[in-house]
């Protein structure tokens, strides 16, 4: 019988230990390209300095937006002067666009949100007569422009008697083609076929079904769908123009564009500064927008990334 000591233990332990192959260390992968890094701030600059100039531009009187470096502040900064000669002029209807701008795209995008995922799932999770028939056509309708729409709309909404109202603007903005795609890729894969089957074996019907299960897990897609529908409805231009008549009815877009107008025809009741106010509207109009983006961020990310690739 052979007798171990613990020393002879300890030492062919550390034997093996050193015998065995210790695993290499791979090397780093991640390079660093110059020609990319370049190419990609020139990306950067060409949609900050839009911003940048728009920013240093909205601190200047109208004097100073033609006589100073665009770029970089005037001697004599005015943003606080200007925002409020912005908001009071015209009898505060500045103000007036703002919440009409709020209302049509608040409006919009939760309708359309809502009529996408109602749409989607169905897609999703329903097969029926003319199925894919139906889905090609909304395929196909993401294709057309809102501006070849927009005359035929302004026709149909003019015998219904709808035109010069908010109905005009937030109607149509409620069709949204692209996301009722993107909320059909995205219910196939958040909302479980399984699921669903367990709900109707313990008696819930289909709308129940949507309302209480399918929502909830389609919350990340309604977001991505509430933000582009938002933006969209924001920054419509024609489509007012064409619907609206009334100045308290207009957009901010719409009403921003008849000040500039204004400025350089030198209509009635243009100022001097009206074009500085043109363009310190347009800076705060874009607020909100950054706001609503920043606050929704990894919703409308998750929400997009899972919607653009199937699993």
Known sequence: ?????????????????????????????????????????????????????????????????????????????????????????????FGRWLLNTVLYAGASALGAALLAAAAGYGFAKYRFRGHGAAFNLVLGAIMIPTTALAIPTYLLFAKAGLVNTPWAVILPSLISPFGLYLMRIYAEDAVPDSLIEAARMDGAGELRIFCTIALRLLAPGLVTVVLFTLVATWNNYFLPLIMLNDPNLYPITVGLSSWAARAQNGGAGASSDMLALVVTGSLISIIPLVLAFLLLQRYWQSGLATGGVKQ
Do not use: C
């Not at 110059?34 to 949609?47: D, Q």
């Not at 911003?51 to 109208?62: C, D, M, P, Q």
């Not at 937006?65 to 209807?93: K, M």
């Open 1 to 93: 019988m052979t007798t171990v000591t613990p020393a002879a233990s300890t030492t062919a332990t550390a034997t093996r230990v050193d015998a065995e192959p210790r695993p290499s260390r791979r090397p780093s992968t991640r390079r660093r390209s110059t020609p990319l890094t370049i190419a990609m701030l020139a990306v950067l600059a060409y949609f900050l300095l839009p911003l940048f100039w728009l920013l240093i531009a909205s601190t200047k009187s109208t004097q100073d937006l033609f006589n100073s470096f665009g770029l970089w502040f005037s001697h004599t900064p005015q943003l606080l002067s200007n925002i409020r000669a912005t908001f009071t002029q015209d009898d505060d209807v």
